[in-house]
């Protein structure tokens, strides 16, 4: 049967190219590494049952190309209606039984979060990601930056050098996550020779998100991708989430990471079979960026850029 091919042409614009050697020579940038490192970050935060959903204490877990390396439980010390003396001596309790850190909330955020998420470039990554996040800050304002107007910015650190968590959300699926600007730290040197650094903007990695990105469809749970999934371990039930602290909850909770980490890994391997090689995963927003990350692999620029 005959086939209709249909071919679309561009007209290059002539005052781009009359503007091609009268423009200033462009300011040289470091490259900044586009991917995550090897390391990874995943934790989960358990909270009350409240209007303000106050941190109880989360777990955590440390991998480097997928190898566990650390992990631990971090408690809130600070909120004596979220966690009583008792409930802190069973989360101490059960974490040396079973050869656990046991960490505060500050000493996770100074030890481990910006260590990993700051400092070593991991991806950090989590089930609804923005509200785990949320759980963690000592303090919240508005977002000031052009691409995050109309988002929050977390502060969840004292430290001077550590840099607010900001977060847009689009919708219940989707939000922009990263580090935002921690100021002017390019040397005297380097501005002389016209170099400037990029400021570490983070690799946050929603779970959630890339699902709904891979998978389409209905929204998922936790425990509904795993069974998706089918992987290793599964989502097991609390018995509530106000009670007092009890193994059986942290043994639910230890869960948790462990099944957020391996639905991670099966959809990032599901995500590299795309081969699209130029777009890191966590990039993929929707289904319309995994089109895009085509788009790009092929080479084909956006319709404004070349028409415009």
Known sequence: N??????????????????????????????????????????????????????????????????????????????????????ITVIRDYASKHSLDCLTRDEFIQKIFYRYAYAYGAAVVGFNLPFDISRLAIKFGTAHA??????????????????????????????FTRFAASGQFDSRSERKKGIKK???????????TLAAALLGGRGHSLKSLADTLQTEHRKLEADGHDLPI?????????????????????????????????TPAHRIYSEASLGKAYLNHMGILPLRKVQP
């Open 146 to 175: 052009r691409d995050m107007r109309g988002g929050f910015s977390f502060k969840l650190s004292n430290t001077p050098h550590h840099p607010n968590v900001v977060i847009k959300h689009l919708n219940s699926k989707t939000s």
């Open 2 to 87: 005959p086939v209709t091919i249909a071919v679309r042409g561009y007209a290059a614009a002539l005052r781009d190219h009359e503007r091609a050697d009268t423009e200033k020579p462009k300011v040289r940038k470091r490259k900044s590494l586009r991917k995550p490192s090897h390391e990874t970050l995943i934790f989960d935060c358990e909270t009350t049952t409240d209007h303000a959903q106050n941190l109880r204490f989360g777990t955590y877990q440390c991998r480097k190309k997928g190898v566990l390396v650390e992990q631990g439980v971090f408690y809130e010390p600070d909120n004596s209606k979220a966690l009583s003396l008792k409930d």
């Open 198 to 208: 990029e400021h570490r903007r983070g690799y946050f990695q929603d779970v959630k």
């Open 246 to 278: 009890t193994s059986r909850y942290l043994d639910y909770a230890m869960t948790d990471t462990q099944v957020t980490w391996e639905c991670y890994e099966k959809l990032l391997a599901m995500y590299e079979a795309h081969g699209l090689t130029d």
